[in-house]
């Protein structure tokens, strides 16, 4: 069961564009839910991360949206630039069932994201 | 946040055979985590591992398969035995940040099992 969705394998967007890289969820239980960078050969680097009690985070260039009652967020690349070519991974935390966190994150497939000059 | 190293960065193993990978912090963290990611996949939890208590294993991964040290709190080892073509993967290990929800990662070790 993929509690974490992301239904676009790749995106190609122009430099300077809005890039926007979805992401959808099942799990009612998700509290936080992060995006993460990967370039080919090291680990993921995270970028932003959103409350479940929020609909906007803002960080630079990068904004991601929650929309709770479709399960769905995304990310805004503004402007886009060609190093922010990278796979992009949405991850999200539950809240266990006796009411507490704990560190696993279940992650997205990733998007290819490619910004050409 | 924390620098992560990994170790080896990369190798190619036997049928049967087990490598060992070695994630250091650079400062204490309680929480390491080990993921793998099998080549088009996403990233999975392998296990959760707390310095001074067993590792916690999420479903389909155990003991015997991917053993885990946590000697203390800047160091962790993944072992994957018994190897077969299947574990050809990146494993990564991951240290939970000062806002717990966060988590670092390392750079990974590219395992190709032949």
């Known amino acids: 069961d993929q509690q974490v969705k992301q239904n676009s394998p790749s995106l190609s967007v122009q430099e300077g564009r809005i890039s926007i890289l979805n992401c959808d969820y099942t799990?009612?239980?998700?509290?936080?839910f992060l995006w993460y960078k990967k370039y080919p050969a090291e680990g993921p680097t995270f970028l932003i991360s959103?409350?479940?009690?929020?609909d906007k985070n803002e960080d630079g260039r990068f904004t991601v949206f929650l929309n709770k009652s479709a399960k769905h967020l995304s990310l805004h690349i503004v402007p886009s630039q060609p190093g922010d070519s990278a796979v992009y991974f949405c991850?999200?935390?539950?809240?266990?069932?006796?009411?507490?966190?704990?560190?696993?994150?279940?992650f997205g497939q990733g998007t290819i994201l490619t910004v050409h000059p | 946040s924390a620098v992560i190293s990994q170790k080896p960065s990369r190798d190619i193993c036997q049928r049967g055979t087990s490598l060992t990978i070695q994630c250091q912090v650079d400062s204490q963290v309680t929480m390491m985590f080990w993921y793998r990611q099998q080549p088009g996949q996403s990233l999975t939890l392998i296990a959760t591992a707390n310095q001074g208590s067993e590792a916690t294993y999420e479903s389909g991964f155990v003991i015997d398969k991917f053993p885990i040290s946590r000697p203390n709190l800047t160091f962790s080892t993944l072992t994957v035995s018994n190897l077969s073509p299947e574990d050809s993967s990146i494993y990564l290990c991951s240290v939970a940040g000062s806002l717990s929800y966060e988590q670092y990662f390392g750079p990974g070790t590219r395992l190709t099992v032949t």
């Open positions: 799990n009612s239980m998700f509290d936080y």
């Open positions: 991850a999200a935390r539950a809240i266990n069932a006796g009411g507490t966190s704990y560190g696993k994150l279940t």
């Open positions: 959103i409350s479940s009690i929020k």
